[in-house]
């Protein structure tokens, strides 16, 4: 029962509150933060939906700390369909291990997190009207916002 308070702002506004966000998230590599998001005008409820792209840039990082790489990149761009907006969030980390409990409360394949974040994120964007895709090679999520 996600309650969405849609308001316009522009998307890039993201990006500020992202990189003060990862400044209090704790980790042990490098980490290269790329940010490709547009100045453009979207109505969508601002908190819910940097809530969830917060989310899945601590997915990325938490991947690319259990990879065995000694850094790793995590790029949050933006891509326009006809009927969505699009936000991409990938990164170079550990791959999906598990596609079959991805959204499901509580369930998690990873070493920290109580398996939530997903699942909150997916009710948000669905509450929005949108959906959430995993693409593979090179792995990223598809966060897509119906215009």
Do not use: M, W
Not at 37 to 63: R, S, T
Not at 67 to 84: P, T, Y
């Amino acid at each position: 029962g996600v309650q969405i308070n849609p308001s316009a702002f522009y998307l890039d506004r993201l990006v500020k509150e992202c990189e003060q966000a990862i400044s209090h998230y704790s980790y042990t590599k490098e980490v290269v933060f790329h940010y490709a998001l547009e100045h453009i005008e979207v109505k969508a409820d601002f908190e819910l939906l940097n809530l969830v792209v917060q989310n899945f840039i601590f997915n990325a990082i938490d991947a690319i700390e259990e990879n065995d790489q000694e850094n790793g990149n995590v790029v949050l761009s933006f891509l326009e369909e006809k009927a969505f907006n699009v936000l991409v969030v990938q990164d170079d980390g550990k791959a999906v291990e598990n596609k079959n409990i991805l959204f499901e409360p509580f369930k998690t394949t990873k070493t920290k997190g109580n398996g939530l974040g997903l699942a909150l994120s997916l009710q948000i964007v669905q509450a929005h009207g949108g959906k959430i895709e995993l693409l593979e090679e090179p792995k990223r999520f598809l966060i897509k916002l119906p215009k």
